[in-house]
C-alpha cells in the first residue's frame, strides 16, 4: 500500500512538472536530495553507532541489567501476567531503556526479540490449556461414556482460557507494541541529529517539547491497556 502511495506522488509530481515547464527543478531537487540523504546517512551512522556501541557497553557492564532490574516495578505493572523469570522481561527493559534515550533502531534488536519470546510465552500457554482440556475431557469420558461428545464440549467452554488463539496477538504482545509504539523519550537524539545537520541554531531545543509530547502518549497507551484489560475482564 504504502508502495503504491509513493510510487502515485512521485509520478504525479514529475507529470505536474513536465505540464508546467519545471522539470528541470525536479530534477535539480532529485539530485539535491540524493546528496542531502547520503550526508544524512553518514552523520546518523556516526550517531548511531555512538550510541549503539554505549548500550553495548552498559550491557557488558551491568548497568543495563541494573536498570532492567530498577524498572520491574513497571514491568510488573504493565505486564502483570507475564511470569517474574521469563527472559522476554529483560528484552522488553532494554528496548524501552532505549527508547527513552532517543536510541529506536537500537530498540530494534531488543523489540523483536521480546515479541518472539512472548510469542513463545503464548503457545506454551496453548500447550498447557490444550493438556488441560485433554485431562478434563478424559475424566468426563470415564464418567459418562455416553455423553461423550456433549460433555467433551461442555469441559472444554468451562476451563478458563488465558492464552490467545492460534495467529493472535497475546495481551503482552498488545501491551508491548502500543507503549513501544509511543515511546517515552528523555533524549531525542536521532531528532537532535537531524536539527544539527540542516543547521538548526539550537538543535537541543526540541529536548523539553520530545519529553512532554512522549509523556503525554506514553501515558495514554498506559491508560488504553489498563482499560482495555478491564473491559476484558482481564489485567492488560
Known sequence: MLNTIWAFMIIAGVVWAALHGNIGAVTQGLLDSAADAVSLCVTMLGVVSMWTGILKIGERSGLVDSLARRMEPVLRFLFPRLPADHPARRSIAVNMIANMLGLGWAATPAGLQAMKELAQLEEDRRREENRRWEE?????????????????????????????????????????????????????????????????????????????????????????????????????
Open 136 to 236: 478434563d475431557s478424559r475424566r468426563q469420558e470415564n464418567r459418562r461414556q455416553e455423553e461423550d461428545s456433549r460433555r467433551r464440549e461442555k469441559c472444554r467452554g468451562a476451563a478458563p482460557r488465558t492464552a490467545a488463539p492460534p495467529g493472535t496477538a497475546s495481551r503482552e504482545m498488545c501491551t508491548f507494541l502500543i507503549i513501544n509504539i509511543s515511546s517515552l523519550q528523555l533524549i531525542p537524539v536521532n531528532m537532535i541529529a537531524f536539527r544539527r545537520q540542516y543547521g538548526s541554531a539550537a538543535p537541543a531545543a526540541i529536548v523539553g517539547p520530545a519529553i512532554a509530547a512522549t509523556a503525554v502518549s506514553t501515558l495514554a497507551a498506559v491508560l488504553f491497556c489498563r482499560a482495555a484489560g478491564r473491559t476484558r475482564g482481564t489485567e492488560a
